[in-house]
């Protein structure tokens, strides 16, 4: 498994600003992917953040708003730029690690939007 | 874009009864996980299958990879109440250009 650490865990933000989630893992891994979970919603994939290179961003999601960085293998951020209500949801951050497939994630960013 | 099938979406048992719940989807996965998420929590991995037909156990959960390799289902035996949260199974496959899919959720809530 990993151990997978998300700062801020809950934040309330006014409309119009911005707000930066860290994601620090305990190992190196090579895929990082950040979720977006609305209220009493399943999970979305935001993006993949690839080390060295842009992040792929998912059909719905765009850059300039969700600005992402990977500068090694351990560490990620994610920006909700220019926040809306509508932004408000759960951020969470995951890698990809053991045989095929497994998803491990952080405990999440709760942000609420005002 | 593609989706799983998860029912059913919540359910009201009492403590010590069984709970099964499931997914399905029209194209084919070759790996299925299950997820329990506990409120203000992300998601932990429970059970992770790889092959057609496989039957894993975790405790007192157990989860099977359909044969068909488009349906999963996992079963709590006598529950308690810290069975209580959201499980959601997810898929991956091929058509899905390797990326994880996950289902609805189901919510779980347990009786004492």
């Known amino acids: 498994s990993a151990v997978i650490s998300q700062k801020p865990s809950r934040d309330i933000c006014q409309r119009g600003t911005s707000l930066t989630i860290q994601c620090q893992v305990d190992s190196q891994v090579t895929m990082m992917f950040w979720y977006r979970q609305q209220p009493g919603q399943s999970l979305t994939l935001i993006a993949t953040?690839?080390?060295?290179?842009?992040?792929?961003?998912e059909s719905g999601f765009v850059i300039d708003k969700f600005p992402i960085s990977r500068p090694n293998l351990t560490f990620s951020t994610l920006t909700v730029s220019n926040m809306s209500p509508e932004d408000s949801s759960i951020y969470l951050c995951s890698v990809e690690k053991g045989v095929t497939g497994e998803l491990f994630f952080g405990e999440g960013s709760r942000l609420t939007v005002l | 874009g593609q989706q799983l099938n998860q029912s059913p979406q919540s359910m009201f048992i009492q403590e010590g009864e069984d709970v099964s719940m499931n997914c399905t989807s029209s194209?084919?996965?070759?790996?299925w996980l299950w997820y329990k998420q506990d409120p203000g929590e992300g998601p932990v991995l429970l059970i992770a299958?790889?092959?057609?037909?496989e039957l894993t156990s975790n405790g007192r959960l157990t989860a099977q990879f359909g044969i068909t390799r488009k349906d999963s289902f996992l079963n709590i035996s006598a529950s308690i109440p810290s069975d209580v949260g959201i499980y959601f199974c997810?898929?991956?496959?091929?058509?899905?250009?390797?990326?994880?899919?996950f289902g609805q959720g189901t919510e779980l809530s347990v009786k004492p």
């Open positions: 953040a690839n080390q060295g290179s842009e992040a792929t961003y």
């Open positions: 194209s084919i996965f070759n790996t």
């Open positions: 299958l790889y092959k057609a037909g």
């Open positions: 997810a898929g991956l496959g091929v058509s899905q250009g390797g990326k994880l899919i």
